[in-house]
C-alpha cells in the first residue's frame, strides 16, 4: 500500500554502511524519477551515483546533518550511508527547476522504502565543496543529495503536541521521534 510506504519514508540517518547499495538499484530508483512528473516536460533533472567506499568518502564531508539535534554531528564512520545520488539541475535544459527535484527525490525514496532501504534527503550542503569533490562542471547546479543505505535507526512519527513544536528529537533508547501537524491543522479550507 502507497500509505504504509509513504509513513516508512521517514528520514532515516544512521545506516548499516556495510550493507552495500548496488549500482543496479541507484539505476533503478533514478528511473524512478525519470518518470517523475516535470514542471513543462522539460526535465532538467541530471544524477550522479555513488555507491562505493572512496566516492562516498569525497561525498560525505560536505553533507550537513539533523540541525535540531545539536549535539549530535551526523552519522560516525560506521553508520553512514552505504550509497548517495546527487540531483543537479542541467541550466543548458533549464535555469529554474521549480519543484521538480522534490518530486524526483520523493519517487527515489520511495523506491528506496520498497526494497527495504531508506535515506535522508539532504540539502544543507557544503556545494562548492561537493562541486570540486566530484568534479561537478558549472553547467549543472547541485540541487539536493540523497543519502541512501539500510537504515540502523528507528524512527517514529508524533502529533504535533499543543506548544506546536515541529524539531524533531532522539530519545534516550536512539529512537528518532518526527512530530507532524495534525491533519485538521493543515486542512484550512473546505
Ligand atoms: C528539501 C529537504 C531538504 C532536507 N535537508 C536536510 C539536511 O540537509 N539534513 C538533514 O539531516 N535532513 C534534511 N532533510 C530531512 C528533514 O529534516 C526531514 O524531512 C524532517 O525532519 C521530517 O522528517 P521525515 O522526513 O522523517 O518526515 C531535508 C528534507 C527535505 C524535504
Request: glycine share 12%; aromatic share 6%; charged share 25%.
Amino acid at each position: 500500500m502507497l500509505g504504509d510506504l509513504i509513513r516508512k519514508n521517514r528520514s532515516y540517518r544512521r545506516f548499516y554502511q556495510d550493507t552495500p547499495v548496488s549500482i543496479e538499484t541507484l539505476r533503478a530508483l533514478v528511473d524512478l524519477a525519470r518518470l517523475s512528473a516535470s514542471a513543462g516536460n522539460r526535465q532538467p533533472l541530471k544524477y550522479i551515483l555513488s555507491c562505493s567506499a572512496e566516492m562516498n568518502a569525497r561525498i560525505f564531508p560536505h553533507t550537513r546533518w539533523a540541525g535540531y539535534l545539536k549535539d549530535w554531528g551526523g552519522p560516525a564512520e560506521g553508520e553512514r550511508p552505504a550509497a548517495y545520488i546527487v540531483i543537479l539541475g542541467d541550466t543548458e535544459i533549464s535555469k529554474d527547476f521549480g519543484c521538480d527535484h522534490g518530486i524526483a527525490a520523493q519517487s527515489i525514496m520511495l523506491g528506496a522504502v520498497e526494497r527495504g532501504l531508506g535515506g535522508c534527503m539532504i540539502g544543507a550542503l557544503d556545494r562548492d565543496g561537493l562541486r570540486q569533490a566530484l568534479g561537478i562542471p558549472e553547467r549543472y547546479e547541485i540541487l539536493l543529495v540523497l543519502a541512501l543505505g539500510k537504515p540502523r535507526e528507528t524512527v517514529v512519527i508524533e502529533d504535533v503536541g499543543p506548544d506546536g513544536d515541529i524539531k524533531y528529537y532522539r530519545d534516550a533508547d536512539g529512537v528518532h521521534h518526527v512530530p507532524k501537524r495534525r491533519l485538521e491543522d493543515v486542512i484550512v479550507g473546505r
